[in-house]
Each structure stands twice: as C-alpha cells, then as structure tokens.
Antibody
C-alpha cells in the first residue's frame, strides 16, 4: 500500500521560498504522476501542479510564475518550491498520487504558515 | 476554464437518511468527474471516479451518477462517519475542485 509523507518547514517568512518534500513508500515514484494540492484554512482545495519523473511538470496558471516541482528518483521523493511567499500561501499542503485523472492517494498534509 | 459548482453548500440530515449532493460543470465534461470525502482534520479521500465508479474500499452506500454537466453523489443511508465535506473534481486544462458541500448532522 502506497504511503506519502510531507516534510519541510512549518513556518516560512514573508517573501522567502516555501519548500516541501514528499516521500513515497510502498512503490516506485517512476510509475505515476505526483501532485501538490493545498487548502487554506476553511477553504476549498487548490491544485498546485503535478510532476512526472521523465516529463515536464504542469502547474496551476495562477501559481505558475512562482512554482517549481521536481522528482528525485534515488530517494523516491518529489518536491515543491513556491517563491515569494505571502500570507495568502498559508495553508495545509498535501502531496498526492495522480493516476487516471484522479488523486488516488494522499499524504496526511502539513500546515505551513507564512509570516513576517 | 471549467468551473465546478456544488450544491447545497451545507446539507443537514440525520443518520439513516439519504443524502443527495450535486456538482454542476460549466461545460460538458462527459463522465470525467471524481468525488472526494474530507473528514475534519484529515486528507481528502477518493470515493468515486469516472462519475460512477467506486474507488477501492468505498462502501456500497456511496454511488455517483451523471454525465455532461450535471452530477450527483448519493449516500443511501447515512452513517455517523459520513458527516464530512465532499468535493467534486475534474481534470480539464488543469485540475479543478468544486467549493465543497458540508454534510452535517441535523
């Protein structure tokens, strides 16, 4: 059974880069697309983007100018970098496995707070 | 950009009752729609994909229907653990989620 675990700083200063890593266990990261999704407090889900180990990532147009995703096959991990963070980026960030147009497996999520 | 609109925003029902949740797409999306359940403090969980296929391990009381622009998630007889927020999702040019329906205990 595949499991995903988010990790990274819980507190990010305004204007700095928000960086998270998702560690995948129970299967190879090379077989699927992998995604980041966030949820601001009390709000709906917002897709950030997805990445495949041998293809160009695809990002939400609203965030595209600030987002970078990558895959590290040697560690079975994928990562998210979101530059120029503001309070509006405060959210629970989820990593998820994307397959057949749906998000089949999710991490538990990690709350990241952006503050000066 | 395809917009998904869910209704109602909040649905108040009692255990044992039938729940009907709606998701409307701004354009024809055939059957390319998923439903997710999010319990408080938990990650979302895929319930239904391709509009009507139950995901692995999802109880039979959950069923999805619809095609084109109008979709329904039905819970035939509510259990206490079903009270949660439900989201619909579509893969268009990019991923889109509805704003959610909160199913609360009456």
């Amino acid at each position: 059974q595949v499991q995903l675990q988010e990790s990274g700083p819980r507190l990010v200063k305004t204007s700095e880069t928000l960086s998270l890593t998702c560690t995948v266990s129970g299967g190879s990261i090379t077989y699927y697309y992998w995604s980041w999704i966030r949820q601001s407090p009390g709000k709906e889900l917002e897709w950030i983007g997805y990445v495949y180990y041998s293809d160009s990532p695809k990002y939400n147009p609203a965030l595209q100018s600030r987002v970078t995703m990558s895959v590290d096959t040697s560690k079975n991990q994928f990562s998210l970098n979101l530059t120029s963070a503001t309070a509006a980026d405060t959210a629970v960030y989820y990593c998820a496995r994307y397959s057949g147009n749906y998000f089949q497996h999710w991490g538990l999520g990690t709350l990241v707070t952006v503050s000066s | 950009e395809i917009v998904l609109t869910q209704s109602p925003g909040t649905l108040s029902l009692s255990p044992g009752e039938r729940a009907t949740l709606s998701c409307r797409a701004s354009e024809n999306i055939d059957t390319s729609l998923g439903w997710y359940q999010q319990r408080p403090g938990q990650a979302p969980r895929l319930l239904v994909y391709h509009a009507s296929s139950r995901a692995t391990g999802v109880p039979a009381r959950f069923s999805g229907s619809g095609s084109g622009t109008d979709f329904i998630l039905t819970i035939s007889s509510l259990e206490p653990e079903d009270f949660a927020v439900y989201y619909c999702q579509h893969r268009g040019s990019w991923q889109t989620f509805g704003q959610g329906t909160k199913l609360e205990i009456k």
